[in-house]
């Protein structure tokens, strides 16, 4: 039998988080101490990258053939300085020093996260008028207050802070400062210990920021939450619906999403390639040997020119893997209320999710959603999951590892009655669900009531 798998799963003074320059979660300064290149690429992963292109790799080869024939790239910036910086050539590198001052470039803010890319990757053919240049078109963009406090805005500005530290070490410490200590301390983290997880979609952004911040001044950002991203590597790789999903150049995987129409294939571009830095931040984490597992197929490869230079970065494939088939079909996260059940592995499975409030049933290849109210009981043959309901009679099969209740109100406790059994108090998790141990092999009757 299956067991349940319970996870526990801005810079200058007017910036209005905290305009009196004080942290407020934090007082130890937040210091880079590494030398360029600093992002992404430390030692260890850039020998690993110069290795493949010696082996000539699958993944090396598909990269190659987007720069070699000098092909349109979405993100041009990122992808000629990685490709300097893996195999030495200086016409690559002058490429993404062009785009990067050029007047096609986008202007200071608008893609801070490439140009930061480019100051860091390419600081040896950088002459001192174009660091110069390129130092102060950064700095023009951490000087403005970002958009929002999003991930990926905030993604940005720690890249561009680590990038530029020494050369104009006042302003970026200071936002590196702020970033760690009142964004992600002050805010992210007390957010995620309230059951309100980071969104899927920004999973990639949030492993680029722990990457840098991590191998630039050693800390773990993930230590503020460790029950969550302990098991973040297997809730996100539960949240795919089981069909994959043929794309022009590879197939996709595709993650659980309340959005309507085809499948956004940028999302699930980066749906991967975070995954893939998840396995890459934490490579001895059994969760991120199980989704090793899941990601080293080759027909999953992003081969696209947008995925290529992603796949090429992180994917390792001597990175040993445990086959995802013996991580248990039912997963609930009791911090942030979600749950996400498979009735088998086969790409056939129906599939059941209910994250961010909404509940879906994934089976015969789409995706319906639910209505919590009067919905009938779903059986699986891994769990029986009930919608809102006080009172019923169930058989469990010794292949259903659980009786789950969704739909009950937030965080109230209830008064548990199993028929034959001693009554207990339990407290429905953040998203309103009750996990229930139900004896096995005979029908039996619960009851649920709110504790006054």
């Known amino acids: 039998m299956r067991s349940l798998l319970l996870g526990g799963l801005a810079a200058i003074t007017f910036w209005a988080p905290y305009a009196d320059g004080q942290n407020t979660a934090g007082d130890d300064v937040v210091s880079v101490f590494t030398e360029h290149p600093r992002l992404f690429l430390r030692p260890a992963r850039l020998r690993l990258l110069q290795k493949e292109r010696e082996r000539a790799s699958a993944r090396w080869q598909q990269f190659d053939a987007y720069l070699s024939a000098d092909a349109p790239l979405p993100e041009p910036g990122f992808a000629e300085a990685l490709y300097y910086q893996v195999s030495g050539s200086v016409p690559a590198g002058r490429k993404a020093i062009a785009w990067a001052l050029g007047p096609e470039a986008p202007g200071a803010g608008r893609d801070l996260r490439q140009l930061a890319l480019v100051f860091d990757w390419c600081q040896k053919l950088l002459t001192e008028t174009e660091r110069r240049g390129l130092a102060a ?50 805010k992210m983290a007390p957010s995620i210990a309230r059951g309100q997880a980071p969104a899927r979609e920004d999973a990639y952004a949030l492993w680029e920021i722990f990457h840098a911040i991590r191998d630039n001044t050693n800390l ?18 539960m949240s795919n619906y089981p069909a994959t999903y043929p794309g022009e150049d590879n197939d996709f995987h595709i993650d659980a999403s309340t959005q309507t129409g085809l499948p956004n294939l940028t999302r699930a571009t980066f749906s991967r390639a975070g995954e ?66 498979r009735s088998d592995w086969d790409e056939s499975a129906q599939w059941f999710g209910y994250f961010d409030g909404a509940a879906q049933i994934f089976r015969d290849g789409r995706v319906e959603p639910v209505k919590l109210a009067g919905a009938p009981p779903l059986l699986l043959p891994s769990a029986v999951i009930y919608f809102g309901a006080s009172r019923f009679r169930v058989k469990l099969d010794e292949d259903q590892s659980a009786v789950i209740v969704v739909g009950l109100a937030p965080g109230k406790t209830y008064q548990v009655e199993v028929d034959d059994e001693e009554v207990l108090e339990q407290a429905a998790d953040p998203g309103g669900v009750l996990v229930l141990d139900v004896p096995h092999g005979k029908e039996t009757g619960v009851r649920l009531q709110v504790v006054p």
């Open 276 to 341: 893939l830095a998840m396995v890459a931040f934490d490579t001895n984490a059994e969760e991120s040997q199980y989704l090793q597992g899941w990601l080293m197929h080759d027909r999953f490869e992003l081969r696209s020119s947008l995925g290529a230079p992603y796949e090429f970065l992180w994917a390792n494939q001597y990175q040993p893997g445990l086959s995802f088939t013996l991580l248990p079909l039912v997963y609930h996260n009791p911090d942030t209320g979600t749950v996400f059940v």
């Open 220 to 237: 773990d950002l993930r230590e503020s939450a460790p029950r969550f991203f302990k098991s973040f590597p297997v809730e996100h790789l």
């Open 137 to 186: 078109r950064i700095l023009q963009g951490l000087e403005e207050a970002p958009p929002s406090e999003s991930i990926p805005a905030m993604r940005a500005r720690v890249l561009a802070a680590v990038a530029l530290y020494d050369d104009v070490p006042d302003l970026p410490n200071r936002e590196l400062q702020r970033a760690v200590r009142n964004w992600w301390e002050g």
